[in-house]
């Protein structure tokens, strides 16, 4: 049971740089979330779904777009990579909204 | 603005030496309260859910409970492989089903 998967788990990005960070889950779960863990700053969401064709910001959503195509995918772009944007990147998914989020193991992201 | 402060930033104990994390929070309509464990390099693995003022849960060393301002995580003779980071995060009674983390409290715990 793979759970919620993140891709890539490691990536070296340069100032002006785009990429694409993928989330993907096997529990049919309806409700998906990205977060960014900095030193100090604890989790803070960047961007949410409450369903497939739905997203909504959260608290640090600036310079990040994201996509819901498919139920068990999240998609999180970064069209002109920024240093601040150095960070680690958490998925999360939960079938409630009131029920425990289920994380991944992260991506971390370097911008030069 | 609402706010969750976890305390203290570090702890280190001895392994059998017992102690708790503090979890104050300043939000209205609180609807849930979770508790997470976060090993490096690794992403959080939920402990517990709490839900309403004077709940408690347990789950081998670890013993949660939860008032109207704070939730406590007590830790009964810890051995090395508690050590951890622990976040803890409310649910606040908005719309947009969001947490609202705490930055954590990183325990060390030595044999």
């Known amino acids: 049971n793979a759970g919620v998967t993140q891709t890539p788990k490691f990536r070296v990005l340069k100032t002006g740089q785009s990429m694409t960070l993928l989330c993907a889950q096997d529990m049919n779960h309806e409700y998906m979330y990205w977060y960014r863990q900095d030193p100090g700053m604890g989790l803070r969401l960047i961007h949410y779904?409450?369903?497939?064709?739905?997203?909504a910001k959260g608290e640090v959503p600036d310079g990040y777009n994201v996509s819901r195509l498919k139920k068990q995918n999240f998609l999180l772009g970064l069209e002109s990579a920024a240093p601040s944007q150095t960070s680690v990147y958490f998925c999360a998914s939960t079938d409630s909204f009131n029920q425990p989020q289920h994380f991944g193991d992260g991506t971390r992201l370097s911008i030069l | 603005e609402d706010q969750v402060t976890q305390s203290p930033e570090a702890l280190r104990l001895q392994e059998g030496e017992s102690s708790s994390l503090n979890c104050s929070y300043t939000v209205s309509g609180l609807r849930g309260l979770f508790w997470y464990r976060q090993d490096p390099g690794k992403g959080p693995e939920f402990l517990f859910t709490?839900?309403?003022a004077g709940e408690e849960k347990e789950k081998e060393r670890l013993k949660a409970t939860l008032t109207k301002k704070e939730s406590f995580l007590h830790i009964t003779a810890p051995k090395p492989e508690d050590s951890a980071t622990y976040l803890c995060a409310v649910h606040l009674n908005n719309a947009g089903n969001m947490l609202t983390f705490g930055g954590g409290t990183r325990l060390m715990v030595k044999p």
């Open positions: 709490l839900y309403s």
């Open positions: 779904s409450v369903g497939e064709g739905t997203t």
